[in-house]
């Protein structure tokens, strides 16, 4: 009998190997240890796991059908919640979500609801299961701006209740920082994002690429001149911010959106695509969240030595753990308590290293964190050819910019109610544009509820 | 897909398309750029809108064959299509929008277009032409061969210049030195809008800044998303930093600073070396140029 008390082991490609490639780092559970695990639910009367899960997938009925192999019921039961399985189970902060609040990780190990997650939404791709639209369609065009996690999933549910709904994209592919963003290694492109994409066309939703609201069109036009009576924003944030220090102009610094668009949605690291990237011997990766990690781990599969600088300590990574252990197990250095003051550039314009100086915690900031306070005299210079800046993003103004009456807060995300409501009648939005910067399934959450509240506001027009 | 309805050769090394792109097509301004890109493999390649014509939906581009990217380009044909074109993008040039007409019908405005920048120019003479404003404008270029436009543009600007470096045809010298002809005869500008190479941009507003010329270029650095979400198009405009494929294309040429802006376009030049070697040579390049190893 295995221990009860921890969780089936998941297969993963060696460090080593998997520093060299792009393939997906986690390989995933098999039938048998995805029954096994599921074993380990003890399916509370009151489970605190479906309070933890933004989307509140009836967790414990969907790994009650894995335990019973009714992979294909399983699958129906996450699809009433979530548009995104396959996505979710493998990029969701389980740790601080529904993991987080599992019985089974008191005393021992929660159970492992991502990854079962993630088997059931693999097996159902593999097996040919697609989710489906039973609805009778009500004649009403809502239009849905982004195509990320929050765009998704409003737009899947809006089929769902019967509505014509047509996603508009800026990007040539669909999917948000779920193509631009995380990198090949985290989340499949061709095999689990398109899938994803494919699966909520199925439910009949339209998708538009190549057009960008604010300038191909604006939000009144869509409204005026092409019939749609609601719309949901989730345009995300993806403004990146510099840090405004000498140098950070010069040839060899990135924001880390550009270095991971170049990457990921643009294929440089594969041959035969024509989009160059910078491939440094030796590159500092400022910051400390989940796009630094992927950005270093990134920039570690293009053959270089990476530093991740940051200004916090350890405890303090807003990354999630499971990131920052398989970075740190690929050969990712980690300078903690450290901040970069200035580029140094070469005469020909480009980086030839960076001056870093040293911090220690001092008091607790409005958030909270022990802000972190400069250590006076402890600069030193480290050589490198590349530096990545992932500070953070935030929403880009073109749409509040062009859109009359929609109003946004001194961050430049619209102000929204909690249903998604913003200030302008028949637009609602959620994600990212909302809240700046978060995770993928908080704006999952935000579609969801804003397709809710969008079916209201028609009920009662 | 947006198909390629046209393709006309119009010097050794600039070609011209007219694609059909209804939702560009039906918005877009003089001064505003598009993204392209040709297939799965390709990149996403800006370049400023040249024409447009709202009824059939179609926008005019023209291009110069400087890298791999454009090389395959040009190799398209009329019936070919573009996966990707997306657009407009940035902000409309301030002469060219309605509610400032009453402002640039003061103005005595001078266009310097310097290669494939001429083509940029014509929509936004075209513009000020169909509103009532006169223009003039100088088409400056290497040599007679590589002018273009200059039926078209006659038809547009009130006053038309040529010159080119060598002498074989118009005026004997570049753009700048053209203006400093006309200046030195008396003529007198109150606005210009220069176009063209980073190079001839930048000493085009070293004269205009003696001259006391309020100037505006259009800048083309290096961009990838072309909607604000990565800043590899970011310059330094006076004592700011700002995303070319957001805030601009055009500037204030007398606070551009040039310098940087032209160090950074060349960040890729080894890599676009390669791949236009590559591309070139196809399966006989085997690492001749010392720096690629050839198909490792």
Redesign the interface.
């Known amino acids: 009998m295995a221990d009860m008390m921890v969780r089936v082991p998941i297969s993963e490609q060696d460090p080593k190997v998997r520093a060299t490639n792009f393939d997906e780092v986690c390989l995933g559970y098999t039938e048998e240890e995805a029954v096994a695990e599921a074993a380990r639910c003890l399916n509370c009367k009151n489970p605190m796991c479906v309070g933890g899960c933004p989307v509140s997938i009836n967790i414990p009925a969907f790994i009650e059908q894995v335990k019973e192999r009714n992979f294909e019921k399983a699958y129906e039961i996450i699809s009433e919640s979530s548009a995104l399985p396959a996505v979710c189970g493998r990029v969701c902060p389980q740790e601080s979500q529904c993991e987080g609040k599992c019985i089974r990780g008191i005393k021992g190990e929660a159970v492992a609801i991502g990854k079962l997650e993630r088997f059931v939404a693999d097996w159902a791709r593999e097996n040919g299961i697609k989710p489906k639209n039973t609805s009778t369609p009500n004649g009403h065009k809502v239009a849905v701006i982004g195509s990320g996690p929050s765009g998704l999933t409003a737009a899947g549910d809006l089929a769902k209740l019967g509505y014509d709904v047509t996603v508009f994209e800026a990007l040539h592919e669909m999917g948000g920082v779920l193509v631009y963003g995380i990198p090949e290694f985290r989340l499949p492109k061709d095999k689990v994002v398109k899938a994803e994409v494919e699966n909520v066309k199925g439910l009949g939703v339209k998708f538009e690429k190549n057009v960008i609201i604010g300038r191909s069109i604006t939000i009144d036009e869509l409204i005026e001149k092409e019939g749609f009576e609601a719309v949901f924003i989730g345009s995300g944030a993806g403004l990146p911010m510099f840090m405004h220090i000498p140098g950070e102009q010069a040839n060899g610094v990135f924001s880390a959106n550009e270095f991971l668009t170049r990457n990921n949605l643009m294929k440089a690291f594969k041959e035969g695509y024509d989009t160059p990237i910078a491939r440094g011997k030796k590159v500092v990766v400022v910051g400390g969240g989940n796009v630094a990690m992927d950005a270093a781990r990134t920039a570690l599969r293009l053959g270089a030595e990476v530093h991740v600088v940051y200004r916090r300590s350890e405890a303090e990574l807003p990354a999630r753990a499971e990131e920052v252990h398989h970075a740190k197990e690929e050969g990712v250095i980690f300078d903690l308590l450290q901040n970069p003051v200035e580029i140094l550039v070469n005469e020909e314009g480009s980086v030839r290293g960076c001056k870093i100086i040293k911090m220690e915690l001092g008091e607790p900031d409005a958030s909270g964190r022990r802000r972190p306070v400069e250590i006076p005299g402890s600069e030193y210079e480290i050589e490198c050819d590349t530096v990545i800046m992932s500070l953070g993003t935030s929403p880009n103004p073109l749409i509040s910019s062009t859109t009359a009456g929609l109003e946004t807060n001194k961050k430049g995300c619209l102000i929204a109610t909690e249903d998604g409501a913003t200030t302008k009648t028949g637009v609602y939005a959620g994600g990212d544009a909302v809240t700046g910067a978060a995770t993928v399934i908080l704006a999952m959450g935000a579609g969801k509820t804003a397709a809710a509240a969008i079916d209201e506001y028609f009920k009662n027009k | 897909m947006y198909p390629i309805l046209k393709k006309e050769k119009l010097s050794d090394k600039i070609f011209l398309m007219v694609v059909k792109a209804p ?2 097509a ?2 877009c301004l003089p001064g ?1 750029f598009i993204i392209v ?1 040709i297939d799965e ?4 390649i800006p370049l400023t809108i040249c024409d447009y014509d709202r009824n059939e939906g179609t926008v005019t581009i023209v291009f110069q064959t400087v890298g ?2 454009t090389e ?1 380009m040009a190799a398209l044909n009329a019936g070919d299509a573009f ?7 940035g902000q409309p040039s301030e002469l060219c929008i309605e509610e400032n007409l009453e402002e640039t019908k003061k103005k005595n405005i001078v266009f310097i277009a310097g290669g494939v920048g001429t083509a940029p120019v014509y929509p936004q003479v075209k513009w000020l032409k169909e509103h009532g404003i006169n223009t003039t404008v100088i088409i400056g270029a290497r040599s007679k061969d590589i002018l273009f436009y200059e039926e078209e543009m006659r038809q547009v600007a009130t006053e038309l210049y040529l010159a080119t470096d060598d002498g074989s045809y118009g005026f004997h010298g570049n753009g700048c030195q053209q203006l400093q002809a006309l200046w030195d005869e008396g003529k007198r500008f109150d606005h210009c809008v220069a176009i063209g190479p980073m190079i001839m941009m930048k000493f085009v507003c070293l004269l205009t800044k003696e001259l006391g010329i309020p100037t505006v270029v259009s800048m083309n650095p290096i961009m ?2 072309g ?6 198009c ?3 405009v006076g004592d700011e ?1 700002k995303f070319a494929c ?1 805030d601009g294309p055009e500037f204030d040429g007398h606070l551009v600073d040039f310098d ?1 802006a032209m ?2 376009s ?3 030049k080894t ?2 070396g390669r ?1 236009l070697l590559k591309l070139q040579e196809g399966d006989t390049h085997h690492g001749g140029c010392g720096n690629c190893g050839g198909d490792e």
């Open positions: 939702r560009v039906a918005g505003q890109k493999e390709g990149e996403r791999a990217s395959r996966d990707d074109f997306v657009g407009p993008l990838v998303d909607t604000g979400m990565c800043g590899a970011r310059l330094v930093v957001v940087q160090a950074r060349k960040q890729y890599e676009e791949a």
